[in-house]
């Protein structure tokens, strides 16, 4: 059964603190699986509202795996954060 407090807070997100609009283009990222009954229904909320979602996801596993394993100097080459 879906929780009515997640359809809830997907539209006031999307209707509401961000006001999104037909055309508007927006990124969703999901940290890891918990989250994903809220990116479904932000999702649902945006196609509704004319908005365009992308959705990108972590997976915390695997990312977890990555960085245990990977060497000192290997830090090196990665792509530094900007903004």
């Not at 929780?3 to 509401?16: G, K, M, N, Q």
């Not at 999901?30 to 509202?49: F, I, Q, T």
């Not at 959705?55 to 090196?76: G, H």
Request: some cysteine; aromatic content about 4%; overall charge neutral.
């Amino acid at each position: 059964m879906k929780d009515p407090r997640i359809t809830e807070l997907a539209c006031s997100l999307v209707h509401y603190a961000t006001e999104l609009k037909k055309g508007d283009k927006v990124l969703i990222h999901m940290n890891g699986s918990h989250a994903e009954p809220l990116v479904d229904a932000l999702v649902k909320e945006c196609v509704k509202a004319g908005a365009l979602p992308f959705v990108s996801q972590t997976n915390e596993r695997l990312l977890r795996s990555l960085l245990m394993d990977i060497q000192a100097d290997s830090w090196i080459s990665w792509p530094k954060p900007t903004g």
